[in-house]
């Protein structure tokens, strides 16, 4: 902002937007011993946390980072070296692969949409929904299917597998459809944003 500010001043002035204001900001960044008791530490701090981040290998989060800092005497709030890490543009790595359930298909025919984002439905056996996620376990990733009855906010399908095949998904409808039996004609819709990156319908 002072540097628009400064930018324009020739033509503009400072006058329309707090001159004392500007002024303030233009003298603290000429003379830094005048800044506010927060930015000092602020400053201070963040060079701390550049420090630890970098003689880490680029790969400790705000958790790290901080409980390194009280190791060393470095007295700051965890809030405080997350917001620091935001503003520096600083960030932890993730442990573990990263898990995709979809994997979308551009050549991939798609359904009309049917539901529209109206997730509602008048009575039982109307209006279905699928969708399938992943929870880690001790023995790896585990993929859980369901499908669930959005006038009884039921799950009436489901199936876990190792794997994100598209077969176990088919698993949670067949038994869905086993235990409720809809009847031909009833107007059943199933709908699910799984199958692809676009949410997708079939009746």
């Not at 400072?14 to 830094?32: F, G, K, N, W």
């Not at 927060?38 to 963040?46: C, E, H, P, T």
């Not at 997730?119 to 699928?130: E, G, H, I, V």
Request: charged share 25%; hydrophobic share 45%.
């Amino acid at each position: 902002m002072i540097a628009f500010i400064d930018y324009h001043r020739g033509a503009n002035g400072v006058e329309p937007i707090a001159p004392s204001t500007y002024h303030a900001h233009a003298a603290r960044r000429a003379d830094p011993g005048r800044l506010p008791a927060r930015s000092k530490r602020d400053a201070v701090l963040m060079t701390e946390i550049r420090r630890v981040y970098e003689a880490n290998f680029c790969v400790y989060g705000v958790r790290k980072i901080w409980q390194q800092l009280d190791r060393e005497g470095i007295t700051a709030a965890r809030r405080t070296v997350a917001r620091l890490m935001r503003a520096m543009g600083l960030q932890g790595v993730v442990r573990g692969k990263i898990v995709r359930t979809t994997i979308p298909d551009p050549a991939a025919a798609c359904p009309l949409d049917r539901v529209n984002r109206q997730f509602k439905a008048a009575c039982p056996n109307r209006l279905w929904l699928a969708d399938f996620t992943y929870v880690a376990t001790w023995g790896g990733f585990v993929y859980a299917a369901f499908v669930v009855d959005v006038f009884a906010r039921r799950i009436v399908g489901w199936r876990v597998s190792r794997s994100a095949r598209a077969d176990f998904v088919l698993d949670a409808l067949e038994q869905a459809l086993h235990e409720r039996r809809p009847f031909a004609g009833s107007g059943l819709v199933f709908h699910s944003n799984s199958a692809a990156s676009h949410p997708s319908s079939q009746s």
